[in-house]
């Protein structure tokens, strides 16, 4: 059984930073690609970052230089740091996993339909 678990959310003001983590158990972990989405009230869910197991990475536009996504194999644990936060970036966070590799050139690292597992999600409230 895959089991996904965000922690890390919270409120902080314009500017803050957070860290979340994506603990993952029963997964295969190093083969696949994981990603972040995001989904605040009345949209749709959005691709945030992903990694794969080489290591390489992509950002939605909206996040570049103020999000960094990285993984720790070791410990089976993705992280998003986030900073320079926005009130925009107020929604709950997501940790998906099993998108097949590849998923950072081809695309699917944005899309919620290529991710098998996903996670409860963490909210994250950023004031003005």
């Known amino acids: 059984l895959v089991q996904l678990v965000e922690s890390g959310g919270g409120s902080v003001q314009t500017g803050g930073s957070l860290r979340l983590s994506c603990a993952a158990s029963g997964h295969r972990y190093g083969s696949y690609c994981m990603g972040w989405f995001r989904q605040a009230p009345g949209k749709e869910r959005e691709g945030v970052a992903a990694i794969d197991s080489d290591g390489d990475t992509s950002y939605a536009d909206s996040v570049k230089g103020r999000f960094t996504v990285s993984r720790d194999d070791a410990k089976n644990t993705m992280f998003l740091q986030m900073n320079s936060l926005k009130p925009e970036d107020t929604a709950m966070y997501y940790c998906?996993?099993?998108?097949?590799?590849?998923?950072?050139?081809?695309?699917?690292?944005?899309?919620?339909?290529?991710?098998?597992?996903w996670g409860p999600g963490t909210q994250v409230t950023v004031s003005s």
């Open positions: 998906a996993a099993d998108a097949p590799l590849g998923c950072i050139y081809n695309g699917d690292w944005s899309r919620p339909a290529a991710f098998g597992y």
